[in-house]
């Protein structure tokens, strides 16, 4: 089976050829990404309104090249998917309406895909594939969170953020500290040359069996640090700003802080491990890439199946993963039923 897969949840616009190759696994034809990064740099963040403008710009050409590089028509394909949510609502729906389009053109099965869900499955495109029931901590722009995944398909989320995701947290930190966007990259370098230990940031703990994450108390302890260094009051008039900070100070509070992110989702997947033993972990989404994260964890769960940089950040392969086994037990979804949704909870 060939699944061609479209992603679009937020500033990615990504399409994708994936083939079933065994039992869960899948293999991947053909990964497009074109990024939006570069656009919203200068505004250091994501903006809605201007994301789904580029994914209109460049959703048929992406989607194209992808069945260019697999080699592939349209009477390979076998099912279309696209992300349904969570996600910025303009940016979904240029891709819900794209593979509803495609689907009744093209005469094709059409599967709608939970994003978040996804960033687990895409262990299954990789040689080191995790056995079920296993443990996923996805961690990205958008969210955290600690989920059970089960072989008949079903999530039970037993852990989240209750309000910043620690992507986030680390974009924010990055724009205090003058660092570009995203922040998550800009932080991990910039900590390279820093002190983990020069600043005591503070670790939410949320009770004995909470396995939820909190990071606005930690922001708001970075931003009171810069405030102690350079003065600066972002309520007032004042013009200094945190260009004020050396160079060595923005390294040891992006250390500081780094060890304190990583400290938490440590610390609840550690507890969640114990508390659930799991047959397999597996680490995903944006903030996956981040190498500090990624040397602390398998010291400690030597296990834990960290997915290739490529497939952490946002990319329309692992919705394909995903629909692979969502397309085996028969999960298709009617188009006309299909509908973008920002807050999406269910598979």
Not at 5 to 27: M, N
Not at 262 to 271: D, P, V
Not at 278 to 306: Q, S, Y
Request: proline share 5%.
């Amino acid at each position: 089976m060939k699944i061609l897969a479209i992603e679009s949840s937020c500033d990615e616009t990504a399409a994708a050829v994936v083939e079933s190759s065994s039992a869960f696994g899948g293999k991947i034809l053909s990964n497009v990404i074109s990024s939006q990064i570069e656009i919203h740099a200068q505004y250091g963040g994501v903006v809605p309104e201007v994301a789904a403008r580029s994914h209109i710009e460049v959703i048929i050409p992406v989607i194209e090249q992808a069945l260019g590089d697999a080699g592939c028509n349209w009477d390979d394909i076998d099912a279309i998917a696209t992300t349904k949510g969570p996600g910025l609502i303009g940016s979904l729906l240029i891709g819900v309406l794209t593979a509803k389009t495609l689907a009744e053109t093209k005469n094709k099965p059409l599967i709608g895909v939970n994003h978040i869900f996804a960033h687990g499955f895409a262990a299954f495109l990789t040689d080191n594939q995790p056995n079920f029931p296993f443990l996923a901590l996805t961690v990205s722009g958008g969210h955290t969170t600690l989920s059970l995944y089960k072989q008949d398909l079903s999530r039970e989320i037993i852990g989240e953020t209750l309000d910043d995701a620690a992507g986030e947290a680390f974009d924010k930190v990055a724009k205090l500290l003058g660092l570009t966007y995203p922040g998550g990259p800009a932080i991990g370098k910039a900590a390279e040359n820093g002190d983990p230990n020069k600043y005591k940031f503070p670790v939410a703990k949320l009770g004995h069996d909470s396995l939820d994450f909190s990071f606005s108390g930690l922001k708001t302890a970075v931003l009171r640090q810069v405030q102690s260094i350079t003065g600066f009051n972002p309520g007032s008039n004042d013009l200094k700003k945190t260009y004020e900070l050396s160079s060595q100070d923005v390294a040891d509070i992006a250390a500081s802080f780094q060890r304190a992110v990583i400290s938490s989702l440590l610390a609840n997947t550690l507890k969640a491990n114990l508390r659930f033993k799991p047959k397999g972990i597996v680490v995903g989404g944006g903030v996956a890439c981040n190498t500090e994260l990624r040397n602390e964890m398998l010291k400690v769960l030597p296990n834990a199946i960290f997915v290739p940089p490529v497939l952490c950040t946002d990319n329309a392969a692992m919705i394909g993963s995903l629909a692979l086994q969502m397309a085996k037990n028969d999960m298709y979804t009617p188009v006309a039923s299909l509908s973008a949704d920002s807050s999406l909870e269910t598979i």
